[in-house]
């Protein structure tokens, strides 16, 4: 399986959870205990050992807060 990061802008998430439903395995969740400085709760990845970098989340945001990476394990 492929393995992947993400990072995630946390200032310009708007929490519109659109990322949380479009991620397969379901590793994303607004983050219920903190407020960016825009008063949204910002999406954060809760098992990001899991996430395979399908870049899912990535495409459906809105507002390109999050950035993917792949980690390539064939090299
Ligand atoms: S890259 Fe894919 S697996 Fe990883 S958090 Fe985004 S949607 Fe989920
Ligand atoms: S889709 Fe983007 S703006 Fe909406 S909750 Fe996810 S990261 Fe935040």
Redesign the pocket.
């Known amino acids: 399986m492929a393995k ?3 990072e995630v802008a946390t200032e310009r998430c708007k929490g519109c959870g659109l ?1 949380i439903k ?7 969740e607004l983050d219920p205990h903190s407020l960016n400085k825009k008063g949204y709760q910002p999406m954060r ?1 809760h098992t ?1 050992e ?9 495409i ?1 945001c809105p507002d390109v807060v ?1 950035t ?1 990476y792949r980690l390539d394990n064939s090299k």
């Open positions: 992947g990061r993400i990322c479009a991620c397969p395995l379901d590793l994303l990845i990001p899991k996430c395979i970098g399908c870049a899912h989340c990535a459906m999050i993917v």
